[in-house]
Nanobody, 129 residues
Protein backbone atom coordinates (compact mmCIF):
# COMPACT_ATOMS: atom_id res chain seq x y z
CA UNK A 1 0.00 0.00 0.00
CA UNK A 2 1.44 3.34 -1.07
CA UNK A 3 1.51 5.99 1.65
CA UNK A 4 2.63 9.60 1.48
CA UNK A 5 2.94 11.62 4.68
CA UNK A 6 3.67 15.35 4.59
CA UNK A 7 5.18 17.42 7.36
CA UNK A 8 6.82 20.78 7.88
CA UNK A 9 3.96 23.17 7.37
CA UNK A 10 3.34 26.10 9.68
CA UNK A 11 2.88 29.84 9.98
CA UNK A 12 5.52 32.32 8.86
CA UNK A 13 5.72 35.99 8.02
CA UNK A 14 6.13 37.18 4.48
CA UNK A 15 9.71 36.80 3.33
CA UNK A 16 10.28 33.77 5.52
CA UNK A 17 11.08 30.19 4.62
CA UNK A 18 9.71 26.72 5.23
CA UNK A 19 10.77 23.25 4.17
CA UNK A 20 8.12 20.65 3.58
CA UNK A 21 8.85 16.93 3.68
CA UNK A 22 6.95 13.99 2.23
CA UNK A 23 7.82 10.49 3.39
CA UNK A 24 6.96 7.80 0.85
CA UNK A 25 6.40 4.15 1.62
CA UNK A 26 5.06 1.15 -0.24
CA UNK A 27 6.14 2.20 -3.75
CA UNK A 28 8.94 0.05 -5.12
CA UNK A 29 9.42 1.34 -8.66
CA UNK A 30 12.34 3.76 -9.08
CA UNK A 31 11.15 5.75 -12.09
CA UNK A 32 8.20 7.93 -11.27
CA UNK A 33 6.96 11.48 -11.00
CA UNK A 34 6.48 13.25 -7.73
CA UNK A 35 5.06 16.66 -7.12
CA UNK A 36 3.97 19.27 -4.67
CA UNK A 37 0.52 20.79 -5.08
CA UNK A 38 -1.41 23.40 -3.17
CA UNK A 39 -5.01 24.36 -2.72
CA UNK A 40 -6.28 27.56 -1.18
CA UNK A 41 -9.90 27.91 -0.01
CA UNK A 42 -12.20 28.44 -2.96
CA UNK A 43 -9.47 27.74 -5.50
CA UNK A 44 -8.49 24.77 -7.62
CA UNK A 45 -5.57 22.58 -6.71
CA UNK A 46 -2.44 23.64 -8.57
CA UNK A 47 0.97 22.10 -9.06
CA UNK A 48 3.90 24.10 -7.73
CA UNK A 49 6.77 21.70 -8.40
CA UNK A 50 7.38 18.29 -9.92
CA UNK A 51 10.39 16.04 -10.26
CA UNK A 52 11.17 12.92 -12.27
CA UNK A 53 13.07 10.53 -10.05
CA UNK A 54 15.23 9.05 -12.82
CA UNK A 55 16.72 12.32 -14.12
CA UNK A 56 15.85 14.78 -11.33
CA UNK A 57 14.31 17.00 -14.00
CA UNK A 58 12.08 19.59 -12.33
CA UNK A 59 9.13 21.66 -13.44
CA UNK A 60 7.84 24.86 -11.81
CA UNK A 61 5.23 27.47 -12.67
CA UNK A 62 6.39 31.06 -12.99
CA UNK A 63 4.65 31.97 -9.74
CA UNK A 64 7.19 30.04 -7.64
CA UNK A 65 10.21 29.76 -9.94
CA UNK A 66 13.31 31.01 -8.16
CA UNK A 67 11.63 30.77 -4.75
CA UNK A 68 10.68 27.09 -4.42
CA UNK A 69 12.99 24.11 -4.87
CA UNK A 70 11.87 20.49 -5.07
CA UNK A 71 14.32 17.73 -4.24
CA UNK A 72 14.37 14.07 -3.40
CA UNK A 73 16.46 11.92 -1.09
CA UNK A 74 16.18 8.44 -2.58
CA UNK A 75 17.93 6.79 0.36
CA UNK A 76 15.33 8.19 2.74
CA UNK A 77 12.40 7.86 0.31
CA UNK A 78 11.60 11.47 1.07
CA UNK A 79 10.55 14.38 -1.10
CA UNK A 80 11.23 17.97 -0.07
CA UNK A 81 9.99 21.41 -0.98
CA UNK A 82 12.17 24.31 0.11
CA UNK A 83 10.12 27.48 0.05
CA UNK A 84 11.88 30.83 0.33
CA UNK A 85 10.68 34.43 0.07
CA UNK A 86 7.20 33.32 0.98
CA UNK A 87 4.27 35.57 0.12
CA UNK A 88 0.76 35.75 1.59
CA UNK A 89 -0.57 34.33 -1.69
CA UNK A 90 1.41 31.15 -0.98
CA UNK A 91 -1.00 30.39 1.86
CA UNK A 92 -2.67 27.04 1.15
CA UNK A 93 -2.84 23.38 2.04
CA UNK A 94 0.16 21.69 0.46
CA UNK A 95 0.03 18.11 -0.78
CA UNK A 96 2.62 15.74 -2.18
CA UNK A 97 1.65 13.27 -4.86
CA UNK A 98 3.15 10.44 -6.89
CA UNK A 99 2.48 8.57 -10.09
CA UNK A 100 4.33 6.07 -12.22
CA UNK A 101 6.15 4.14 -13.40
CA UNK A 102 7.48 6.16 -16.31
CA UNK A 103 10.31 4.82 -18.47
CA UNK A 104 10.89 7.81 -20.75
CA UNK A 105 14.27 9.36 -19.79
CA UNK A 106 13.12 12.65 -21.36
CA UNK A 107 10.02 12.87 -19.19
CA UNK A 108 9.03 16.27 -17.83
CA UNK A 109 6.54 15.55 -15.08
CA UNK A 110 3.37 17.53 -15.57
CA UNK A 111 1.89 19.80 -12.92
CA UNK A 112 -1.70 18.79 -13.61
CA UNK A 113 -3.11 17.12 -10.45
CA UNK A 114 -5.20 14.73 -12.52
CA UNK A 115 -1.97 13.00 -13.61
CA UNK A 116 -1.29 11.75 -10.07
CA UNK A 117 -2.85 8.74 -8.39
CA UNK A 118 -1.32 8.74 -4.91
CA UNK A 119 -1.74 11.64 -2.49
CA UNK A 120 -0.78 12.60 1.02
CA UNK A 121 -3.13 14.15 3.55
CA UNK A 122 -1.67 17.65 3.26
CA UNK A 123 0.10 20.15 5.48
CA UNK A 124 -1.04 23.74 6.02
CA UNK A 125 1.17 26.69 5.13
CA UNK A 126 0.09 30.14 6.29
CA UNK A 127 2.01 33.27 5.33
CA UNK A 128 1.11 36.52 7.06
CA UNK A 129 1.86 39.99 5.75
Amino acid sequence: QVQLVESGGGSVQAGGSLRLSCAVSGYTNRRYCMGWFRQAPGKEREGVATIYTLTRLTNYPDSVKGRFTISQDSAKNTLYLQMNSLKPEDTAMYYCALNGPYEDPQRLCRRDPIQYNYWGQGTQVTVSS
